[in-house]
């Protein structure tokens, strides 16, 4: 991996924090991966450095190129953040249905942002069509390439790491790993990093109850950036899970709030959807077991959205 002494080595390595306050007694321990602690606050930055540095080690890109993807932000604003230092371009096809912090960080990192309009600031599955047409379209020009972060095998690969720092942290020992799902990348990637070290921890995909395209095979508007794309995951694995459950967006949310003023965690929808679910499964459990999730990316990015106004 190209990997040299520059911002990338900030990548990966982020705490593993047990959470005290918003779990209920007589539950089983909850363990928060903190995510938001990586370059540009997201868990992203490792799928962005695995999909470039190996797209450059085989040739498929060289400096001055301009890497093509659509995005909710938070991919847009890693893959804009490891272009910059590898000396690339990138353009992203975004939408008003996100965050417009994450918009202005991918601007920041010298990306050009494209907009693609919502239907009333929701995140529908016919936004996301329009998205990736438009974004396969600008990746048939010269010099492009498309980083495809719902195909590209190195996607699922980036995140394995997470799953040896988890296992690392924690001795080995824990019962179930829980995590919402966009690609499915991520969920699987750690659930690939555990077994390699040897973990045999169940796994839980979770969802946002209004989009609830796994569990029912229909998706919906709803307002969780970076979950819930309204078609199956191509990296998920069903095989492999214990379950799918859909949460209520709006309990994400509010654990959003209470993560923040009563752990000092400040997190995205996701992360409030993760901690939500690893709690309702710690009830379920009891006292003796472990559930670990993540804390996708950094509350930083969502000061302008509904969550924390």
Avoid at 281 to 292: D, F, M, S, T, Y
Wanted: with cysteine; hydrophobic share 40%.
């Amino acid at each position: 991996m190209i990997h040299k002494k520059n911002a990338l080595v900030a990548i990966g390595n982020t705490p593993l924090v047990r959470l005290e306050k918003v779990v209920p007694k007589s539950s089983a321990e909850v363990w928060l991966k903190l995510e938001g602690g990586n370059p540009t606050g997201s868990y992203k930055d490792r799928m962005a450095l695995s999909v470039l540095s190996h797209a450059i080690e085989r040739g498929d890109v060289v400096t001055g190129d301009t890497v093509i993807e659509y995005t909710g932000g938070s991919t847009g604003t890693a893959l804009a953040f490891v272009s910059a230092v590898f000396g690339l371009k990138f353009i992203a096809v975004f939408s008003d249905a996100f965050s417009k912090s994450k918009q202005q960080a991918m601007e920041a990192f010298g990306a050009k942002v494209l907009i693609e309009k919502s239907e009333n600031g929701t995140i529908t599955p016919d936004l996301i069509q329009r998205m990736k047409k438009r974004a396969y379209k600008l990746a048939k020009n010269p010099k492009t390439y498309y980083a495809d972060q719902f195909g590209s095998s190195y996607v699922r690969s980036g995140y394995k790491p997470m799953g040896v720092e988890i296992a690392e942290a924690l001795d080995g020992k824990l019962d179930i790993f829980c995590a919402a799902v966009g690609t499915g990348a991520a969920l699987m990637g750690t659930y690939d990093g555990l077994v390699e070290s040897n973990v045999q921890a169940e796994v839980i995909a979770l969802e946002p109850l209004q989009s609830p395209f796994l569990t029912t095979g229909k998706g919906g508007p709803h307002l969780v950036e970076g979950i819930g794309v309204g078609f199956e995951p191509p990296f998920l694995d069903r095989s492999k899970l214990k379950e799918i459950r859909a949460i209520d967006q709006e309990q994400a949310f509010k654990m959003c709030k209470r993560l923040a003023s009563e752990e000092g965690i400040f997190g995205g929808g996701s992360t409030g959807l993760n901690v939500v679910a690893a709690i309702e499964i710690a009830r379920e459990l009891g006292p003796g077991k472990r559930i670990v999730t993540l804390g996708c990316d950094n509350g930083v990015k969502y000061l302008d959205s509904h969550i924390y106004v």
